[in-house]
């Protein structure tokens, strides 16, 4: 094999506020893929190419995807790691931080809270999401009179997806033999995706069926990019639902689908469904990404793939994805709240409120489960598939420094992951995080071992002349392993850590127990008017409330909620002076 491409398609998990986590990871994966594409050619440069052909991803890393891809064909600067003086500063020259630690408002919770949104027997969500609007609108387009052409890293036209949980579904049957006459057995799936590619001038490649052709230079299907965006990031309740049109013939050509759809069409056009967060389903939708890359490996190696039998098939896609000496592309999920083993007791309690979350817990897990991917997640150095999550080490509740994962490495994790709402140095934090985390992943752990190395055609003639010692990662057993993507910034100092320090004093943001009573009053608000216009009430019962019970109910839901997100905050340290075991008075 004389090709010297490494593929990498990009999963990006479902996040909210986390969102700014990974859109830190992907920030620093272009910067450091550009530095390199700057420097190729220079002596001791590798020169294999690495190219990004696919990103798709779930509820706030599908709104991720398309912002990326918004991105390509405009220049888009680092943001400095700040000092406290211009900590809360914006930075519209970077789209995705301005994007997902900007927002729109410092106080974003604040703006959550307005009940403008509200009105006559009308509550669309427990917070006011429109600010959502606002972003897809500014963000999800690009700059044509910046325009230049899209970086050699990304492969051209490259697919971009978000998962969507599509409420109306999609309706099919089946025939089952009853006896005497065949009966129809009606089913209906919910699970459903947008798909896009991305094209610009230069690209030649013809359209793939089933994909939408999106075009941010002549606006082709930006506004359906737009509604695709807010759809997968319509968290169930608590953010608005979203309506999405497209065209049916795109949508019985998708390709996770079409089997339902082969003799069940869509025949509404333009097809409307009702959608919730795409991560409700399906929230690490890697196995999508796997399909995608192994369809250019198929279509690459057609003449050997298609004279094997279906087993065969399966198991020369196996050799060529898990083995380093072999493989030709990976996947590259970025997740900021992984799936890890639980640490705490099940609650065996029978009580009504613990049975419902423990049902939705379950119920979401299976849902996300894939059988299909069992064996493969239990390959053990598996070549096929790569995490970047959360990971750093602050300080605990009793005032000790530990090793945190996951959700409880960033700020935004707090709040079922609304966190980074109430705070925008919550977010700051996880952006720098996520930078941070993925510069120590490509540096350390996105390697190939140095015996694959030089079996692996892609690589072997990559590093060839080069002095290898310059890049050489070094296990704890001694073995040499080399990265897929070189870094040549030089490497931090040991116990050094390039996050802010925060108007707190230390580089893990904090926030009073003041600042969260601020919100009583607009919580409240909020309260009484979803409560109002969640029941038609008559004048005089209307009147009656208003004046009597009115007051108990809004000052309970008040203190249940001051309660939680003050809890919440206790557990990841991120309140000051605070004891959950306190006699609360409000």
């Given at each position: 094999m004389t090709n010297k491409t490494f593929r990498i398609g990009i999963c990006m998990a479902g996040a909210v506020s986390a969102g700014a986590y990974t859109a830190g990871v992907m920030d620093y994966i272009m910067e450091a893929l550009s530095e390199w594409e700057k420097r190729k050619g220079q002596p001791n440069v590798p020169s294999h190419k690495v190219v990004i052909p696919i990103m798709g991803g779930a509820s706030a890393g599908g709104m991720t995807s398309l912002l990326t891809a918004s991105t390509i064909n405009n220049e888009i600067k680092p943001v400095p790691l700040p000092n406290k003086s211009n900590l809360l500063d914006e930075h519209p020259e970077n789209k995705l931080y301005h994007s997902w630690v900007d927002l729109t408002e410092k106080d974003m919770f604040l703006k959550m809270l307005d009940p403008s949104d509200i009105s006559s027997g009308n509550v669309v969500s427990l917070l006011n999401?429109?600010?959502?609007?606002?972003?897809?609108v500014k963000m999800i387009q690009s700059d044509i009179k910046k325009w230049k052409a899209a970086p050699p890293f990304f492969e051209m036209p490259v697919k971009i997806f978000t998962t969507l949980s599509n409420l109306n579904g999609f309706n099919y049957?089946?025939?089952?033999?009853?006896?005497?006459?065949?009966?129809?057995?009606n089913m209906a799936v919910h699970n459903d995706y947008a798909c896009f590619e991305l094209f610009d001038e230069n690209t030649q490649t013809p359209q793939t069926l089933g994909w939408m052709p999106l075009n941010f230079k002549t606006g082709d299907f930006i506004k359906t990019a737009r509604d695709a965006a807010m759809a997968t990031g319509a968290f169930p309740?608590?953010?608005k639902s979203r309506i999405l049109e497209r065209d049916s013939s795109y949508v019985n050509a998708i390709p996770w689908l079409k089997d339902i759809f082969q003799n069940s069409p869509v025949t509404e056009n333009p097809l409307k469904t009702l959608n919730v967060d795409g991560g409700m389903i399906n929230n690490e939708p890697f196995e999508k990404v796997r399909y995608l890359l192994d369809e250019i490996t198929i279509e690459q190696r057609d003449s050997e793939y298609k004279t094997l039998n279906k087993d065969e098939k399966q198991e020369f896609l196996n050799e060529i994805n898990s083995l380093y000496k072999n493989f030709e592309n990976t996947v590259l999920m970025i997740d900021p709240f992984p799936s890890l083993d639980k640490t705490e007791d099940f609650n065996y309690s029978q009580n009504l409120t613990n049975i419902i979350s423990e049902t939705f817990s379950a119920m979401t897990a299976q849902m996300r489960a894939k059988p299909i991917n069992y064996r493969s997640a239990m390959e053990q150095e598996d070549a096929s598939q790569f995490i970047i999550s959360p990971s750093r080490k602050r300080e605990d509740i009793d005032g000790t420094f530990k090793d945190f994962f996951g959700e409880k490495a960033i700020a935004c994790g707090t709040m079922g992951g609304f966190g980074g709402f109430l705070n925008k140095e919550f977010r700051i934090h996880d952006y720098f995080l996520g930078k941070y985390?993925?510069?120590m992943f490509l540096r350390k752990y996105f390697t190939i071992p140095e015996d694959a190395l030089l079996a692996n055609p892609i690589f072997s003639e990559g590093?060839?002349?080069v002095d290898k010692s310059k890049y050489a990662v070094v296990g704890a057993d001694g073995k040499r392993s080399y990265p897929i993507i070189p870094i040549f910034k030089p490497e931090a100092a040991p116990d050094t850590f390039p996050i802010p320090t925060f108007s707190c004093g230390g580089n893990w943001p904090k926030v009073s127990e003041n600042f969260i009573n601020g919100y009583e009053k607009p919580v409240k608000n909020r309260a009484e008017k979803i409560i109002l216009n969640i029941v038609k009430l008559s004048s005089a019962t209307l009147f009656?409330?208003?004046v009597g019970s009115f007051a108990i109910l809004n000052k309970i839901i008040w203190k249940k909620v001051a309660s939680s997100i003050k809890n919440s905050l206790y557990k990841s340290n991120l309140i000051s002076n605070y004891s959950p075991n306190r006699e609360e008075t409000y």
């Open positions: 999401s429109n600010f959502i609007d606002d972003i897809a049957n089946t025939d089952f033999n009853g006896g005497i006459r065949k009966e129809k057995y309740v608590g953010l985390n993925c510069e590093y060839s002349g009656l409330l208003k």
